[in-house]
């Protein structure tokens, strides 16, 4: 993915906000092109995630480390979603924990024989007090390269939140990375793994793990399996991302997030991490007020994710990408900035550099 550079014609097209009931329809068709495990093809499961979603970001679940929170990418002028994420507090409790393989390297040398190899180790591991998880980015197809960047608003509108509420999430934030998949689905790693543990489809399997992971501990081997023993294609793409995740792994990299030698126990896609800390963006969080001045164009002000919320308001939370000038503690917006936010003189905002 390229830098950011600003340009001349800047003005935010597209608001991002906290997903609503009457976003269903349209987080469906999202989930179609994803049909993962944080936004499944489902349409009772979704009902339930934007419930869940809603009732986090309205704080009536009492627990801040149980609540999810769903972000949608609206075109005002229509109303029409282009894109979703979310940010998910803890991902991996006792209840249902965070599984995932250790990927490690074992070497063995026979005097005898003289010879020497080393090994490709997995080893089945659980987080019950797991990190934050971020996840379900996608973005419609036909707006994937729009020149808003919509993947890039879409991925850091969750740093952003979390940099609003660092007391509501843990302090290690995990992104599980997509590898290649078969065209119709599969993933080669589970055929040659989980499958034989399980009996289940790929497809099965991660249907039943969202709402049971139980099987993975009592079905899965507790010892050590080696890749040496799995075919040389499925061992080339261990940890692999896939050619369609490629921009959100330099996006993360460029941000601070690392891969920690851990992958997704049903596809084999890489566990990238980061502490909370090490995260440029959430370190360059600023607070701010709105200037009652407007920020006139042209203006050659570094792109920037503004946010605010509204606890009582129906959309409790909404962030646009503008040109932003921070003057000590208010922020100077453009006018179209300002009425996608519905923003007032003097309502505190919050502010993140669009690296």
């Known amino acids: 993915m390229t830098g950011w550079a600003p340009r001349a014609k800047s003005a935010p097209v597209l608001l991002l906000r906290d997903a609503q009931k009457a976003d269903l329809a349209a987080l469906r068709a999202l989930a179609a092109e994803l049909n993962s495990v944080n936004l499944p093809d489902d349409e009772r499961a979704l009902a339930g995630i934007i419930d869940r979603s809603r009732a986090s970001f309205s704080a009536k679940i009492r627990d801040p480390l149980a609540r999810s929170y769903v972000f949608v990418l609206e075109e005002p002028r229509s109303g029409r979603i282009v894109g979703t994420s979310m940010v998910i507090a803890q991902h991996g409790t006792r209840e249902s924990p965070c599984t995932f393989f250790d990927v490690s390297e074992r070497e063995h040398y026979s005097s005898t024989l003289d010879r020497h190899f080393r090994h490709r180790v997995l080893s089945i591991g659980y987080h019950f007090e797991g ?18 960047q919509p993947g890039k608003q879409l991925a850091y509108v969750r740093f952003l939140y979390i940099a609003m509420h660092r007391d509501r999430f843990r302090e290690r934030v995990l992104a599980e990375l997509m590898p290649t998949l078969l065209a119709d ?10 499958k034989r543990f399980t009996g289940l489809d790929y497809q099965e399997a991660d249907k039943r793990s969202r709402e049971n992971k139980e099987f993975i501990q009592q079905l899965f081997p507790p010892g050590d399996l080696y890749a040496t023993l799995f075919p040389p294609r499925v061992q080339r793409q261990l940890g692999a991302v896939g050619s369609q995740a490629m921009p959100v792994k330099h996006l993360l990299e460029r941000v601070g997030f690392r ?19 090490e995260i440029t963006v959430i370190r360059a969080h600023r607070r701010a007020r709105v200037s009652p001045r407007e920020l006139p164009p042209p203006d050659h002000e570094p792109l920037k ?7 009582q308001a129906r959309t409790r939370f909404r962030a646009v ?14 006018r179209e900035a ?12 919050h502010v993140i550099p669009l690296e």
């Open 131 to 148: 990190p934050t998880e971020i996840g379900g980015l996608v973005v419609h197809p036909d707006r994937r390269r729009g020149e808003e």
């Open 259 to 277: 891969y920690v030698g851990r992958i997704d126990p049903f596809d084999g896609g890489p566990h990238y991490e980061a502490s909370v800390d």
């Open 305 to 311: 994710l503004v946010g605010l919320e509204r606890p």
């Open 338 to 349: 300002k009425a996608l936010l519905e923003a007032e003189p003097g309502e505190r905002v």
């Open 321 to 334: 990408r503008t040109r932003a000038r921070l003057d000590g503690d208010e922020v100077l917006l453009p």
């Open 185 to 194: 689905g599969r993933s080669l790693f589970w055929e040659s793994c989980g």
